[in-house]
T-cell receptor
Framework: GAVVSQHPSWVICKSGTSVKIECRSL??????MFWYRQFPKQSLMLMAT?????????EQGVEKDKFLINHASLTLSTLTVTSAHPEDSSFYIC?????????????FGPGTRLTVT | AQSVTQLGSHVSVSEGALVLLRCNYS??????LFWYVQYPNQGLQLLLK??????LVKGINGFEAEFKKSETSFHLTKPSAHMSDAAEYFC?????????FGTGTSLTVIP
């Protein structure tokens, strides 16, 4: 159990366009989902935390108007990169936390490789 | 404040040798600690976790870690490295609503 999927697994888009990445918890309900960004050979950088039905909380330095996060249901969160630029190229990973968890354990998706040309 | 320090960004071991990846943490509350493995272009896979039960935690793929409160450590070990263990390893501490990740250790296994 506790499987998280992401779609697409990789995407190439042109500069100026928008890209939507989906994160789904397949076999559990996730009241909280997280979006991370990972640069090559680096650790995960938390971008934002989203709770179902409420606005996402963005980390300092993350542009909320550029990285739109929607957590419309207990199994789905989306990240939309608006007006993408080459510097937005990165590996984006989502994670989800079960409603009843005590340890705060997060279950991670397989990641989405975004390349902006 | 919570933080995680992974000593050694790169570790190389020979196949069959002991694997030791170091993790030290700081936490203002009793911590929940995790080790994850990441293969190229993939997400994070949980290896094991400490959630205040037994201090010696066994995980998947033959890995284990020991929680030592006095040393604020949670080092990851495996008695005998396999080629398939080559990957990036992340230690993390959970506190409140967030995870705090270490900077990662890249493990190379030499045949």
């Amino acid at each position: 159990g506790a499987v998280v999927s992401q779609h697409p697994s990789w995407v190439i888009c042109k500069s100026g366009t928008s890209v939507k990445i989906e994160c789904r918890s397949l076999d559990f309900q996730a009241t909280t989902m997280f979006w991370y960004r990972q640069f090559p050979k680096q650790s995960l950088m938390l971008m934002a935390t989203s709770n179902e039905g409420s606005k996402a909380t963005y980390e300092q330095g993350v542009e909320k108007d550029k990285f739109l996060i929607n957590h419309a249901s207990l199994t789905l969160s989306t990240l939309t990169v608006t007006s993408a630029h080459p510097e937005d190229s990165s590996f984006y990973i989502c994670s989800a936390r079960r409603y009843e968890t005590v340890s705060g354990e997060q279950y991670f998706g397989p990641g989405t490789r975004l390349t902006v040309t | 404040a919570q933080s995680v320090t992974q000593l050694g960004s790169h570790v190389s071991v020979s196949e069959g040798a002991l694997v030791l990846l170091r993790c030290n943490y700081s936490s203002s509350v009793p911590p929940y600690l995790f080790w994850y493995v990441q293969y190229p272009n993939q997400g994070l896979q949980l290896l094991l976790k400490y959630t205040s039960a037994a201090t010696l935690v066994k995980g998947i793929n033959g890995f284990e870690a020991e929680f030592k409160k006095s040393e604020t450590s949670f080092h990851l070990t495996k008695p005998s490295a396999h080629m398939s263990d080559a990957a990036e390893y992340f230690c993390a501490v959970s506190a409140g609503n967030q995870f705090y990740f270490g900077t990662g250790t890249s493990l190379t296994v030499i045949p």
